[in-house]
Structure formats: C-alpha cells, structure tokens
C-alpha cells in the first residue's frame, strides 16, 4: 500500500491512543513488528502556543519510523500552522487529523468527531493543511453522528477530494463512544466510494479478526488498538498472517522479555519516578490470564520502583515455570 508518496511495508498500524502510544510504547510495539505506529493525539492550539506538554508528545525515536503523527483541532488557520511545523521539525512520516475523538474537552472546541457535523468547515481544514504540508495526509473518522454512515461517506469524499491520501474508518458513531460494536460494513461501502487506500478500524481481538475485516471489506489496511494495549504482539502475529498465513503465538518468556523491554524504556524516557507510577497499571495488563498473576498484577500495583518490579517479574516468571503459586495463589486467574 502507498499513503502518498511513501511505501508501507506490511498491512498494520497501531492506533493512536491518548495516554498510551506514548514513544516507548511505540518503540516496544514497533519492535515486535508492525507496519505503522501513531502518535497520540497533538493539540494544534497547543503547538501554536509552543506548549512544552505537546511538544514532548512529539518526541521520536529512527526505530518507530514510519510514525504518523496525530493532530486535533477545528481552526483552519491553526491546523495548518501546526501541520507545517511538524512537517519543519522532521518528526512525521505521515501527518493524520482527528475526525474521530468524541471526548467532550475536544468536541467543545468543535474539533474530533465534532468536525463531522460541519462539513463546510471540516473542507476548510483539509484544504488548508494540505496547502500547508506536503507530507502523506491521512484522516482518521467515525461513522458521523447518526447510524446511516453518510457523514462518513460524505467526509471520506471531500478528503479524497482535498488531496487526502488515505482514510482510516473507525465505524462506531460518536454517541456510542466504544459501546455496540463496529459496523464493519460501513469500510466495504467506503471502500467503494473512494479510490485512496482505507484503512479499517474497530474491534480486532483475534488475527483472525483482521483476516475477516480485510475479507469482508476489502480494505488495504488494519488499525489495532484497544487489543495491542495488552498484547503488542497482535500486530506482528496479524502482520505475519496476512503475508504467510501463519503466525506464532508469543511464549511466556516473550511477553516477560517485552514487559522488562518496556521498562528500561519507560525509564529512559520519562525518569525513574515517573515510569514507576505510569507502569503499575501497564504492566498487569501483559499478564492478564496467566496462571496466579491476579496476586502478581496485585504487587505490580504498589511497586515503589522499576528495580522492584524487575524482580517482581524475574520471580514470577520463575513460579510461572515451576507452577508455583504457594497456598495464597491460584493455578488459573
Ligand atoms: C484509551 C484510548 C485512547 C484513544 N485515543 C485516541 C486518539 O488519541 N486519537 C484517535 O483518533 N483515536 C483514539 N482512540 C480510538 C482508537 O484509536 C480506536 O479508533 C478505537 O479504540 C477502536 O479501535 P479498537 O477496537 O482496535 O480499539 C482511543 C481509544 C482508547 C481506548
């Protein structure tokens, strides 16, 4: 698949998640092996006001590349200001718009999903960050406001229209938040509205998952979030199916590998104390189903430093291996 004018090896790309496609997350998923990896979502006014918070957020690292970079907002003038800068600071492979958060801080600005209830405006933004940035431009959308799916239709137009490269389609309407499930058959009808790749989005548990989206709908890509939060491995286990048509499932020692890889990660970029606290939640969800790891994800939460939680999962991995969890644990959580 082409975004513009840059080649995507492989089909999968990891969702932008606000508060966890933070950069060593995206280095530990990319590591694992996936096509692209997304920022979280960057405030344009903030990039105006040269916030040191979004600027932070736009910290990279040569191992995400390619990294599409996400930006919210509802002012024309201010998206395409802050497209231009981060197309000046070297940091995106790909520049992205939300079109598709539906917290209320962003929708009263008029900006996430919001903008799909104004297509005069939302026409306006596309055409000034295309005018300001020439990286590859992608959007990321909903179904729209209603369960009909015309605002999805009627937006991925205009984008394609505007010089947009490429639309991923989260089919799930913004009242419904994450409730219900995703209306994949709204990418098959997007998909044969328009001729820039779509990418689909919602509700990939399994890899067989992502097989029966790309087959239903006939889209030339996956977005994986929610599932990748746990298993970062989805992505490469999807990326391998889709190309050989089998994939390996991770081992223990794998998912502990990557639990202390995330770590040493956490530690380098956001200091000791820091890492320490964001980690205690982040970490439980590795080993969700695992064997007594309900006392283990128990101690991961009051873990006082990353050392501890080092020996906390050196310990664990040892009873895991010796099937071990003494009189308190139990054999299946
Ligand atoms: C914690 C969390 C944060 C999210 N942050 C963003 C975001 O910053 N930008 C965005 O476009 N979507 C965001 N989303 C939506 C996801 O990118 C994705 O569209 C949604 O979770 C559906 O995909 P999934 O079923 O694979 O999780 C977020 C979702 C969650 C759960």
């Not at 990279?60 to 390619?66: A, M, S, V």
């Not at 639309?167 to 419904?176: D, F, I, M």
């Not at 989206?213 to 939060?229: E, H, K, L, S, W």
């Amino acid at each position: 698949m082409k975004i513009g004018s840059l080649a995507i090896a492989g089909s999968t790309f990891l969702a932008p998640l606000a508060g966890i496609t933070n950069l060593p997350f995206r280095r530990l998923v990319k590591a694992c092996g996936c096509a692209v990896v997304c920022s979280e979502m960057i405030s344009a006014k903030g990039l105006f006001y040269n916030s040191q918070k979004t600027l932070t957020l736009l910290q990279t690292h040569k191992d995400e590349k390619p990294l599409s970079v996400q930006i919210f907002g509802a002012e024309p003038e201010i998206m395409a200001r802050a497209a231009a800068a981060i197309e000046a600071m070297g940091v995106a492979d790909i520049l992205d718009i939300n079109f598709g958060c539906s917290v209320k801080k962003v929708i009263k600005q008029g900006a996430g999903v919001a903008l799909m209830q104004d297509m005069e405006n939302s026409k306006a933004v596309l055409k000034a960050v295309r005018k300001a940035t020439c990286l590859p431009f992608t959007i990321k959308i909903r179904s729209g406001w209603d369960r009909s799916g015309s605002q999805a239709l009627q937006l991925a137009r205009i984008a394609q229209d505007q010089g947009v490269d490429a639309v991923t389609l989260h089919p799930r309407t913004a009242t419904q938040g994450f409730a219900g499930t995703a209306d994949w058959q709204l990418i098959r009808q997007l998909k044969k509205k328009i001729s820039i790749p779509v990418i689909g989005n919602g509700d990939i548990l399994c890899v067989q998952d992502a097989a029966d989206m790309m087959n239903q709908t006939g889209c030339d890509g996956v977005m994986i979030g929610r599932t990748a939060m746990a298993n970062p491995f989805i992505l490469s286990q999807v990326e391998s199916y889709l190309t050989h048509g089998t994939c390996k499932e991770p081992s223990a020692s794998d998912i502990f590998r990557k639990m202390k890889a995330l770590i040493h990660l956490y530690v380098a970029h956001f200091g000791e104390e820091t890492a320490c606290k964001m980690l205690r939640g982040r970490l439980a969800w590795f080993v969700k189903g695992m064997p007594g790891c309900s006392g283990f994800r128990k101690e991961l939460s009051r873990i006082p430093a990353t050392n501890a939680a080092l020996e906390l999962i050196k310990d664990y991995e040892y009873r895991l291996n010796a099937q071990d969890f003494g009189c308190t644990g139990e054999k299946h959580a």
